[in-house]
């Protein structure tokens, strides 16, 4: 069973352009947490969301926590060719010594 | 500190050799993770350290994985008798809470032949 499903899997947008990436799931999350991981490389961590309905900026990137604290989105403002890879959404039940991570999606921003 | 570093980066056996991969975490970091990750996948649990002591291992994990993290410092995961399902990228994560978010290493990819 896939705890975390994310959409779309695979996303190709033309460099200046906006986009969402979507994480959702049926439980609850105590936190969410955001990476990027680039091809041969092990993900990096952007940003953890904790309150329900949080909102959360870097940059071009704004994430959001639901309300329920069941889903979460990534949406990226402009995107640049660097911000290419593959973005995973993963998260932490209470009570679990583990994260469970999402399906992943894969963004290519074409210059 | 320069990170989470694991070793060796690539790895290439024939079917049934077995395999040791090492991870040497963040020395303040009391919480060290193996995850698999399998190509257009998320990295999947494999097992959990909290110092020196193994708390959780995940039903991926067979008898033919072992992993150890003795005096709390370098862990390490050795796969016997290999087989092709096993090639996967390993990756080897530390952290002080799990919400604290993980800090992960380059990974290391086994490939079976």
């Known amino acids: 069973t896939q705890l975390l499903e994310q959409s779309p899997q695979f996303l190709s947008i033309q460099e200046g352009e906006n986009l969402t990436v979507y994480c959702n799931s049926s439980?609850?999350?105590?936190?969410l947490q955001w990476y990027r991981q680039e091809p041969g490389e092990g993900p990096v961590l952007l940003v953890t969301?904790?309150?329900?309905?949080e909102v959360k900026k870097l940059k071009r990137l704004t994430f959001q926590f639901g309300d329920a604290r069941k889903d979460s989105s990534l949406h990226i403002t402009a995107a640049q060719p660097g911000d290419t890879g593959l973005y995973l959404c993963?998260?932490?039940?209470?009570?679990?010594?583990?994260?469970?991570f999402g399906t992943g999606t894969r963004l290519t921003v074409i210059p | 500190d320069t990170g989470v570093s694991q070793n060796p980066r690539h790895k290439i056996t024939k079917r049934g050799q077995n395999v040791t991969f090492r991870c040497d975490p963040i020395?303040?970091?009391?919480?060290l993770y193996w995850y698999r990750q399998t190509l257009g996948q998320g990295p999947e649990f494999l097992t959990y350290?909290?110092?020196?002591?193994?708390?959780?291992k995940s039903r991926l994990l067979s008898d033919r994985f072992s992993a150890e993290r003795p005096k709390g410092s370098f862990s390490t995961l050795e796969i016997q008798r290999t087989e092709q399902g096993d090639s996967a990228m390993y990756l080897c994560?530390?952290?002080?809470?799990?919400?604290?978010?993980?800090?992960f290493g380059s990974g290391t990819r086994l490939t079976v032949v």
């Open positions: 020395s303040e970091h009391n919480r």
């Open positions: 350290f909290q110092n020196e002591a193994q708390l959780e």
């Open positions: 993963a998260g932490d039940q209470t009570g679990a010594n583990n994260l469970f």
């Open positions: 439980s609850v999350f105590s936190s």
């Open positions: 969301v904790v309150t329900g309905g």
């Open positions: 994560a530390s952290s002080f809470q799990t919400f604290h978010g993980y800090t």
